[in-house]
Structure formats: C-alpha cells, structure tokens
C-alpha cells in the first residue's frame, strides 16, 4: 500500500509532515527551484552557517500556517460573533480551507529572485515584484494538475499566499483576509515567526527566539469596531502577549543584528553593482517562466567566472565579492548627528564623493518603516482592547533602519582622517533639502 504521509526532518520544527498529493507540489520545479535561493542572500559571507535555502523555510511556513489554523478553527475558540462576520456556517468547508492555506503557505516564495531580496527593486520593472511572479506561477498551467489533485482552486492559493496589500486590485472575503494574514501578517504572520526562528538558529544566535508555541496556542480571530462597522483581525488571548512582545522584540534584534549587518548590506549593494552589469539589459526578466532559469548558483557562476576575467562584465563588483574586498565601514548614522542634522548620512556621503570620487563611496539609507504595533488583545474578563492598552512595551520598540557611508578599503585610512576632522562642519552645514 502507497505511504499516504510523508515525514521531512526539520531543524527548527523537528516534522514537516505532507500528503501525497501536496507532495507533489513539493516536487514541482517551482518548489524545488528554492532549493538554489539562500534565504539570506549573501549573510553567509558573514555568518557562514546562514547557507540555508528558500525551500526549507517554506516547508516551516507551511508547518506553522496550519498549527495557527487549526488554533484559530477550533470550535471553542472561533466565537459566534466572527462566525457571523465570517459567514460561516454548518457546512463551511474548513477542510477546503486548510489545504488552500497550507499550499499558499508552501508557495509564497516560490516568485523570488536569486539571492532573495538582496537586489530586486532595482532589477525588476517598475511595478513588479517577487510576489508578482509568485502568482503567475501558482495560476500557471504548468501547476494545474496538482491543484486539481488537491481539490482546490489556483487563484484562492495565489490569494492566501501574497494577501491583499500585494493585489490591490483583487477583491478579498474578510475569511480570506484573515488567512492571508496567517502567513503575510505584520504582527502574526508565521513567514515572519519561521524566517526569525531558522535564522537565529543557522546564523548562531538567540536574538529571533521566542515562545511560539505559546503565541500560536493564544491567537484567536477577535472582532474589531473600525469605521462604525465590526471587522475581524487576528488577535491574541492576553495570556499571549508576552509571546507576540518577544516576537516582535526579536525581529528589532534580528534587523538591527543580522539583517542590516553592514557588511552584509554592502555585499549586497556590489551584487547589485555586478548584476546591473552582468545580466541582459541591466535587469532580470520580466515573466516567471524566464526567471525560473536563474538561481544563486547561475549568479555565483557568473561571478567566479567575472572575478577572474577583466573581460566580463561585472568584473571589479565579482572581485568584490569572490576575494572580500568589499568597501568599508565610513560612517554610521548617529542619534547625536541626526539631532543636529536628520540627513546627517546623505550630507556625509556628498561630501565623501567629492573627496574620493563616487567610484569609491557607497551609500545605504533604508528608512524607518514602523512606529509601534496595534492588534486586538482578548482579556480575561472577555474585553477586546488594543494592544497599546495593554503593553507600553509595544509601542516603545524603535524602528529598525539602516544609514552607512562605505569607502574603498584602500582608501578607508585617509577617508577616517578626514571624516574626524570634517564630520561637525559637515553636519552642522545645512543642504539644499534643508535651507
């Protein structure tokens, strides 16, 4: 008899465990193809065990996505005021729903570029992303097959997996709302709570662990008042709040930490540098049929082979990153500078580029994002309350942003001297932006 279960060994959640069906979609070249996109681009260059890849986290979003469902399903925790919001009644198919939400969590990534995030917005043409590719190739025709397999419907997977704020014009049930922010959610989403967790463990630290197990066992789907009407958000039993406060807690240590290591951020920019070079036109292709030829190993190919030929296109950026020249560490943005001057960072690099040259200065800004995190917290005596009410915690995480100057290393000893003997004048000078 066919094995109808299928066990994948996990680091962070010991069992993955698929249908055979599902297995299939496991199986698909999309899928397989995340076996060749590190999850963290070039971090491996600085935490050398961050070489784990996009397939494996996918499999631990799936995981996570269905212990919340069946969390938030239960008939003792599902109340009859959301049952009515939701629409659902006696024969509300939840099975339908979990095998959609399990497959769109399994899928959410399979539209990433190589290296991941590390250089998309640059090479992609304006208005696509990777999630744009991720529903082309959900809804593919290549994939239909094993949606019929599953008895579920392409576009409701497409849906689930990249949520409403990535398909502005597609029209979302508030059921289907909620799902999708099972997987894509600020506060909750578990493609949040895996890549923290998988992270921390393969780059060997302890900043993105926290209690999931605890915060998971306490989400519930509570209903908010906005606007005058009532609207279902995923909230958290009070019991959980401290999970949901170490979990963003530790996305503002791993940002600050891992993510926005400089040297990270500045191998990222030369393999921008050396895309913009190496690929056709500058950029990646625009259709997912093209990009699924592309994955880090062509790139890395590409760069070896760069790295020893002056010939090639890319070559100085491939020398960068196959024999770790990278530019160093100039400056880093300051609270006491940025008292005295909030574009202290740009003033610095202008400056340093009409010194040394634009060739030999890199600039870094990624702005702040967030100011604090709002979701409906249940209480004991059965109140729904922000969660600003509840812990000052919440709104006293700071942003996590990013504002290097980089130089050329044979130029970083005189680029210090100048800076130390420069950097109050510079600052305290106002710009153009600033008279």
């Known amino acids: 008899m066919a094995k109808q279960t299928h066990e994948i060994r996990d680091p962070v959640h010991v069992f993955v465990r698929l249908s055979t069906a599902e297995r299939k979609v496991l199986d698909s070249k999309p899928l397989q193809r995340l076996r060749h996109i590190h999850q963290l681009a070039t971090t491996f ?20 996505a269905t212990q919340v469902y069946d969390v938030i399903t239960r008939q003792d925790r599902l109340r009859e005021d959301v049952r009515s919001i939701l629409q659902i009644g006696e024969h509300f198919d939840m099975e339908y729903w979990r095998r959609v939400l399990r497959m769109a969590a399994l899928c959410h990534d399979i539209g990433h570029l190589p290296f991941s995030h590390a250089a998309e917005k640059d090479l992609l043409p304006d208005g696509v992303n990777h999630e744009h590719f991720t529903c082309e190739m959900i809804v593919d025709n290549d994939m239909a097959p094993l949606w019929d397999d599953l008895h579920v419907k392409a576009e409701h997977v497409a849906k689930l ?33 895996d ?17 999931h197990h605890r915060l998971i066992d306490t989400l519930s789907i509570l209903p908010v008042k906005q606007d005058g009407s009532v609207e279902p958000k995923l909230g958290v039993e009070i019991g959980g709040i401290h999970g949901a406060e170490a979990l963003l807690l530790a996305r503002y240590f791993m940002f600050t930490q891992i993510y926005f290591h400089p040297v990270r951020r500045i ?22 049929n093209k990009l699924t030829e592309f994955t880090d190993n062509e ?11 002056d010939k090639i296109k890319g070559h100085s950026y491939a020398r960068r990153i196959a024999d770790r020249r990278h530019f160093k560490l100039l400056y880093e943005r300051n609270p006491e500078d940025i008292k005295k001057n909030p574009n202290a960072t740009e003033a610095i690099f202008e400056k340093a580029v009409e010194k040394f040259g634009h060739e030999n200065v890199r600039l870094d800004i990624i702005p702040a994002k967030r100011k604090g995190y709002d979701f409906p917290v249940l209480t004991k005596d059965d ?34 001297k100048w800076l130390d003997g420069s950097r109050e004048f510079i600052i305290s000078t106002p710009g153009e932006e600033n008279e």
């Open 45 to 64: 260059l600085v935490y050398p065990g961050a070489t784990h890849k996009r397939f494996e986290h996918s499999l631990g979003v799936m995981e996570l």
């Open 161 to 193: 997996a990249v949520g409403p704020k990535d398909l502005p014009e597609t029209s979302f049930t508030d059921w289907e709302t909620i799902l999708a922010e099972v997987i894509t959610g600020d506060a909750f989403g578990v493609d949040r709570m």
């Open 195 to 211: 890549y923290l967790l998988r992270d921390s463990l393969h780059t060997g630290v302890a900043y993105g662990r926290f209690d």
């Open 267 to 288: 191998y990222d920019i030369h393999l921008m540098d050396f895309l913009k070079q190496w690929l056709k036109n500058g950029r990646f292709p625009a259709k997912a």
């Open 299 to 309: 790139i890395m190919t590409g760069i070896l082979k760069a790295s020893r030929s």
């Open 383 to 416: 109140r729904i309350v922000s969660s600003t009410m509840v812990s000052e915690m919440l709104s006293r995480i700071p942003p996590a942003d990013v504002g290097y100057v980089f130089i050329e290393p044979g130029q970083l000893d005189n680029a210090r």
